[in-house]
């Protein structure tokens, strides 16, 4: 393999990657055919299929990408906090506004893809495993300081952290009061749960 086509290869898969999303966009997730995703993107079904082995894999792969490349700020926007109690509350909120904003996201968890994204987040744990790469490090941090309860289980809260996150982005109208109401939610149902006693 020559230099130059390694060095393309990168390239070609953001290249379907983003012509993907914008067919997601244009028809819908289920909808959407690897046939439509080589149009997109000006190249053949068997280049798409060399780099995806189908469409469910290109929308894992797309939600991956994407909430990778904000776990960094997203992670830093938690630390930022001068209190774990605010941290875990504004951290939860923040993520529920980022995936609102976010197309692909609410697109996702709309009533129509729902049983796509329920098949592809939930169901394969990715949604999870995502969840836990940006919280694990915060909550573990967070019981070595004796701040959140040494007995929590860190996944099992991942867990919930995820599925809650989904609900809200499916529900929530994207005004403040909203977030409000589930930053209050959190606060009196949640952290109580949370801390030592």
């Known amino acids: 393999m020559t230099a130059s086509s390694t060095e393309s290869r990168p390239d070609v898969r953001s290249t379907i ?6 067919c997601f966009a244009r028809y819908g997730i289920a909808k959407t055919t690897m046939e439509d995703v080589a149009k997109a993107a000006s190249t053949s079904r068997a280049t798409v299929y060399r780099y995806f082995a189908d469409r469910d894999s290109l929308v894992t792969e797309s939600v991956v ?6 776990m960094a700020s997203a992670r830093e926007f938690v630390l930022r906090r001068p209190t774990i109690e605010e941290g875990i509350v504004d ?3 923040e993520d529920i506004r980022r995936g609102c904003l976010d197309p692909m996201m609410h697109r996702l968890v709309s009533p129509a893809e729902m049983i796509v994204s329920a098949q592809l987040l939930t169901e394969s744990g990715r949604a999870v495993e995502l969840t836990y790469e940006l919280w694990e ?3 573990t941090k967070a019981q070595r300081a004796g701040t959140i309860r040494a007995d929590l ?4 809260l991942c867990e919930w952290i995820s599925e809650v996150e989904m609900l809200y982005i499916s529900r929530l109208n994207e005004g403040a009061d909203g977030l409000d109401r589930i930053r209050d939610k959190i606060r009196t149902f949640v952290l109580p749960a949370l801390l030592p006693d």
């Open 65 to 70: 990408r994407r909430a990778r490349s904000n």
């Open 91 to 93: 951290g939860i909120c």
């Open 153 to 156: 289980d860190i996944r099992l």
């Open 17 to 22: 990657l983003a012509a993907a999303e914008s």
């Open 137 to 139: 490090p915060v909550l």
